[in-house]
């Protein structure tokens, strides 16, 4: 249905390309037996999603390159998308990892035992409150740690320079 939209040529071809560098990405992960049915499946699957949550899609080449055809990952897994493993299809763990760490941080945000008796508009003020500051929290915390990655390893960098100049 939206391969009949494409009537240009070069429109099609382009699509193609797409098609063939993100099949020979997903053989990569799955092998060349199983890549052409993940990679199919994948695009009927959010072909569907669209049909289903947004309407016809408004633009063919767009929706094939942006969205059907494209991996998309939600973690640092390299097999991971939207949520499962290309390889083998089971759920990805660091998206479920990541997925666990996001519901504890809003339950222990959202506690309603700090509020006795607060109105509904209250708690949530309180709740946006608590889970801003934990994330920014979490935040400042992942950049300093970084911060003192980069730190050492400009450290190391520089011995060695010292140590090939001696």
Do not use: N, Y
């Amino acid at each position: 249905m939206v391969w009949a939209r494409l009537e240009r040529p070069a429109v099609r071809r382009l699509v193609e390309t797409t098609a063939r560098t993100e099949l020979a990405r997903v053989v990569g992960f799955a092998g060349p037996t199983d890549a052409p049915q993940i990679l199919a499946d994948r695009l009927v699957r959010r072909l569907d999603s669209q049909m289903r949550l947004g309407g016809p899609i408004r633009g063919p080449v767009g929706g094939l390159i942006g969205r059907g055809l494209p991996q998309i990952r939600l973690c640092a897994e390299l097999r991971c998308d939207e949520r499962s493993l290309l390889d083998s299809a089971r759920d990805c763990p660091r998206c479920e990892d990541r997925q666990a760490d996001s519901r504890a941080t809003r339950h222990a945000a959202g506690d309603d035992a700090a509020m006795p008796g607060a109105s509904e508009t209250v708690r949530w003020a309180a709740t946006d409150r608590q889970l801003h500051e934990a994330v920014t929290a979490r935040t400042w915390a992942k950049e300093s740690a970084w911060e003192q990655h980069r730190a050492g390893k400009a450290e190391a960098k520089a011995a060695r320079t010292e140590a090939a100049t001696a």
